[in-house]
């Protein structure tokens, strides 16, 4: 069966088109939206990244410590972020360190090669443990982000369907948000 390495690449797909997406909202967007969807591009294309299928890319061992580190500048400026702003920055902030968390488990995995769990086309998040706890922690976090989300795409008892003219930003702003959670999770059962 090819679905480990398939599912590698949907979740790569899926990742770097969320990403593409947030850099064309931040080049739209006004300057206070723009941080956000920056930071979100950057976890997007990080995550395509980390999902790349193992038979693919087995990137060296000191690029796990290279993830774990752009993710941690990434969980500092989260951190800054939250305290100035609140709100949507608490939510990156756990996304980079959950990246962080991802990438230091995957440079630890023992017995795997170049940080990859070595099962022949298995992504590179796959079977490397972490700690259950943590682990457990972030995926209830994501499940409820992930219902959270897709439960404000739903239209409102009564409403009429879908807005005249279609999705709008908003919305795309929200798939793309519960794409990458939706990733996340996936991310973190391989973990």
């Known amino acids: 069966m090819h679905g480990p390495a398939l599912s590698g690449w949907l979740l790569v797909v899926l990742c770097a088109a969320s990403g593409a997406y ?113 682990t457990g922690l972030l995926l209830a976090y994501y499940g409820v982000y992930v219902l959270r989300s897709g439960a404000r795409l739903v239209p409102a008892a009564g409403a009429a369907g879908i807005r005249a003219g279609g999705a709008g930003g908003a919305e795309l702003t929200l798939v793309c948000r519960l794409s990458m959670g939706l990733a996340m999770l996936a991310m973190l059962l391989a973990l």
């Open 22 to 134: 947030c850099l064309l909202r931040m080049r739209a967007a006004g300057a206070a939206e723009r941080g956000s969807a920056g930071s979100e591009a950057v976890m997007g294309f990080g995550m395509a990244a980390m999902a790349l299928p193992a038979a693919v890319l087995s990137p060296p061992e000191w690029s796990w410590v290279l993830y774990a580190g752009v993710f941690g500048l990434a969980a500092l400026h989260g951190l800054v972020s939250a305290v100035r702003h609140g709100g949507h920055h608490l939510h990156h902030l756990v996304g980079s360190l959950a990246m962080v968390y991802m990438a230091l488990a995957m440079a630890a995995a023992p017995g795997a090669q170049g940080g990859h769990a070595g099962h022949g086309g298995h992504g590179a998040v796959a079977a490397t443990g972490g700690i259950p706890v943590l």
